[in-house]
């Protein structure tokens, strides 16, 4: 008998059964919601985030960790959370990311869009899951500094890609001084309506920045209060990190735009949110496509206090930009899409009265791909309205910041540096931004290496990875099975 016939049969392994369905979400009645700012979505319970996390098939090859940008353990996180232990979920969700109390509500979730399950079905909730990991975990924690480095560096802007940078260069060891022009912290995150996340969700994570060596500094514009290179040549900051984002609007640019009724998306929604008066009549537009404009809708909608909305876009719904989980929301709650419609002026005697605007029909795709409008002839009509929000993109504030730096400016408007790590032309000066949140955060990740890098060769030392913000043993690593980043 040779030893192969003796071996018992190999059974072969079925793959594991894929559960297609979701657990769902509850959500407030669209009757109750529209009335005020409570939060549309609620967290699941212990017992259903268990379930749900249950559906995990915990992948060899983590798709989900591979599509987030900054790397973020979900896969751990839930394996955790389907055993019921929030605590360990908690602390695996807080080591990679600092601001997880906002992103469990706001991120984009691009771990779900490659999450296997999404193949038969729903994907695993994994941005919901986090916020479970929070609610029911141990997530007051502080962040642990590693030994002081004597090296300061500077950080231009407290968005998520400054705030990010902050503890990245902070548990390492650094000394870092944050200066932000505004008087809150969390860049545009300030304007997401209070349905989806507040700025006490930006302080929740700040306060686990309690223990680090961080210094913010509000209500200070640098390169307008002092000139941006003082930074180096005077305050003795040896690196600087630019992330001053897309604070301003874009315009219009048609007739009408100063009228009185007439508000950039940005200013109103900020204003709302933070208990500034706003007057917003009863038949609002608001034009354009993106996630900006879906905030503007339903902010709209809560403001007028039972008045008509209705959203502009020069595009068809498919080139929408927007968040198809927004635009879910605001159809829910009775928004009216004028779509191919592209505004030609604004017209009113001492206030809004009307948005005339240009019938557009799809002509060949642009540069990006997106069919491309085109105008219609005899096709303008006035569309009957008191009060016009323009959401139709933002752009950096660039004042102080010269061309010896050689900054990009991308599409969506943030400035950043062409170099390796964000680098610009200026060694030491760094800069970068993003289009989400967690894409800008992803972005000071990398730029966080090449700082550390460059003021490591300072020292002359090699930066080691990241280590445990939580005072752990074990460094930053890809989780086992990570092969490349897949950016969606
Ligand atoms: C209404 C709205 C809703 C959104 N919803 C979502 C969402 O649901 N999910 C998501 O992922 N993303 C969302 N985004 C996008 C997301 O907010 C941005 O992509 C992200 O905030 C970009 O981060 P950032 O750090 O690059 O820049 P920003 O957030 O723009 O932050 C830049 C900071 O720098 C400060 N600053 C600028 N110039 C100076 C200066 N000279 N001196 C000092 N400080 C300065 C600014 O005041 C600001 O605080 C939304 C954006 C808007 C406008
Ligand atoms: S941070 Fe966003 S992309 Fe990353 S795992 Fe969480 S929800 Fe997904
Ligand atoms: S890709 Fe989906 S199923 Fe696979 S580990 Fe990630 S969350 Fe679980």
Known sequence: MTPDAAAPPVKPVAPPKLNPVRVPIVEEPVAARTTDFREVLHAYSKEDAVLEAKRCIQCRRPWCVEACPITQDCREYIRLIADGDFDGAARVTLRENPLATCLCKVCYHYCEDSCVVKKKGVPIAIRHLKRAALEYGNSDLAYVPSKPKQQRVAVVGAGPAGLMMAWELAVRGYSVTVFEQEKRYGGLMQTIPAYRMTDA????????????????????????????????????????????????????????????????????????????????????????????????????????????????????????????????????????????????????????????????????????????????????????????????????????????????????????????????????????????????????????????????????????????????????????????????
């Open 201 to 488: 969700d930006v302080e929740t994570d700040r306060k686990r920045f309690r223990e680090l060596d961080v210094t913010f500094v509000d209500g200070t514009k640098v390169g307008r209060e002092f000139p941006f290179d003082k930074l180096v040549k005077e305050d003795g900051y040896q690196a600087v990190f630019i992330s001053i984002g897309t604070p301003s609007h874009r315009s219009l640019s048609v007739p009408g735009e100063n009228l009185p009724g007439v508000l950039p998306a940005l200013d109103f929604l900020k204003d709302v949110n933070h208990g500034v008066p706003v007057k917003v009549g009863k038949e609002v537009v608001v034009i354009g496509g993106g996630d900006v404009a879906m905030d503007s809708v339903r902010t709209a909608l809560r403001e007028s206090h039972g008045g008509r909305v209705t959203l502009v876009y020069r595009r068809s719904r498919a080139e929408m930009p927007a968040d198809p989980e927004e635009v879910h929301g605001a159809e829910h709650e009775g928004i009216r899409f004028l779509f191919l419609k592209a505004p030609l002026r604004i017209v009113g005697t001492h206030r809004v009265e009307g948005l005339v605007v240009q019938g557009m029909e799809l002509g060949p795709p642009d540069a990006g791909g997106r069919r491309s409008p085109v105008p219609i002839p005899n096709s303008e009509e006035t569309i009957p309205c008191d009060t016009v929000i323009v959401a139709v993109g933002q752009k950096a504030d660039m004042t102080g910041f010269g061309p010896e730096l050689d900054l990009k400016l991308t599409s969506q408007g943030w400035p950043e540096g062409k170099g390796k790590g964000f680098e610009t032309a200026v060694p030491g000066i760094f800069a970068a931004g993003g289009r989400s949140v967690v894409y800008a955060m992803g972005s000071a990740m990398d730029a966080a290496d090449a700082i550390d890098a460059y003021l490591s060769a300072k020292r002359g030392e090699t930066a080691p990875p990241r280590p445990d913000p939580l005072g752990g043993t074990e460094a930053f690593h890809r989780p086992a099975g990570y092969t490349a980043p897949i950016r969606v």
